[in-house]
């Protein structure tokens, strides 16, 4: 019977590096000069200080711009609100999200069960979900409808099997 799963994840690596590149621009862009901006890859998220928060913005589109070049969804990223850090500075953190948590998981089951395909069955297995049909063209209409719909965090359809 044909099935796939519907995961969510990223890679470490490629994030290690958008983080170590985008810090490295951090340090020879004249607009950064004197703000000891920073940017930090902890486990699990990614910190993010400079000295005014307009400043921060522009560390952020720097980050951003360094991920979407390496190909990493900016949906990984769950961003927290702004603080203010010691010696006038603000700090913004930003939650690295893999896995799909069981509210994303019963959103995905109900968005393919609304594609109204018969003989479409999924279930959520651990952090994954999946689907199996016995038509493998009504499994590639509920990846084309999951792929248009927006559920907060990056989907990657894997195991596609007959």
Not at 58 to 78: F, G, I, N, P, Y
Not at 109 to 115: E, G, S
Not at 137 to 143: G, K, W
């Amino acid at each position: 019977m044909p099935s796939f799963d519907i995961v969510s994840q990223f890679d470490l690596q490629e994030v290690r590096n958008a983080a170590d590149q985008a810090s490295r621009e951090v340090q020879t862009r004249f607009d950064f000069k004197g703000t000891n901006s920073a940017v930090e890859l902890l486990d699990g998220a990614i910190r993010l200080e400079s000295s005014t928060e307009d400043r921060l913005t522009a560390l952020v589109v720097v980050l951003e711009e360094k991920l979407v070049r390496r190909k990493v969804s900016l949906k990984t990223l769950d961003w927290g609100g702004v603080e203010e850090a010691s010696g006038a500075r603000v700090r913004q953190v930003a939650k690295l999200q893999a896995g799909i948590d069981s509210d994303k998981a019963k959103a995905i089951n109900k968005a393919i069960k609304d594609v109204g395909l018969k003989g479409i069955q999924s279930q959520t297995q651990g952090d994954q979900v999946r689907v199996t049909s016995k038509k493998r063209d009504a499994l590639q209409e509920v990846i084309a409808s999951l792929k248009s719909a927006d559920f907060g965090i990056p989907l990657q359809f894997e195991n596609f099997r007959d």
